[in-house]
């Protein structure tokens, strides 16, 4: 029993870690995109001369603006799904060794006089 227990702990562990992982390099690249986006725009800012760099900045800004919507509901759905899979994957790590353990008795001493079948 202990045995199981530290081999859930290691697998449950190793998910976290792997989880984490993912969750840092989807928050760096979400950063990066956005920074690099903040930083186009102040240059954008920093090269207006004049009222017709004004209109164009404002024209560009307006197409941004709906680009920034469109990767932030692509961002929400990507954590929506890395929730899912994470929780999936935390639930696999800790219930392994029972389905491992359901599945290998079955087919032991009993053949199938029983009528219990491994699902």
Known sequence: ???EMFEKA??????LIEQFSKAAEMQM???????????????????VRDLD?????????AETLKSLSEQFTAD???????????REQ???AVDAPKTET??????APKSGSSGKTAA
Do not use: C, H
């Open 1 to 3: 029993m202990n045995n």
């Open 10 to 15: 290691t697998r449950l562990n190793e998910t």
């Open 29 to 47: 690249d979400a950063f990066r995109r956005y920074a690099d986006v903040a930083t186009e725009q102040a240059k954008k800012v920093s090269e």
């Open 53 to 61: 760099g004004l209109k164009s900045l404002t024209g560009d800004q």
């Open 76 to 86: 929400w759905k990507a954590w929506q799904d890395y929730f899912t899979e994470a």
């Open 90 to 92: 935390i639930q696999n």
């Open 102 to 107: 359901a599945k290998a008795k079955p087919t």
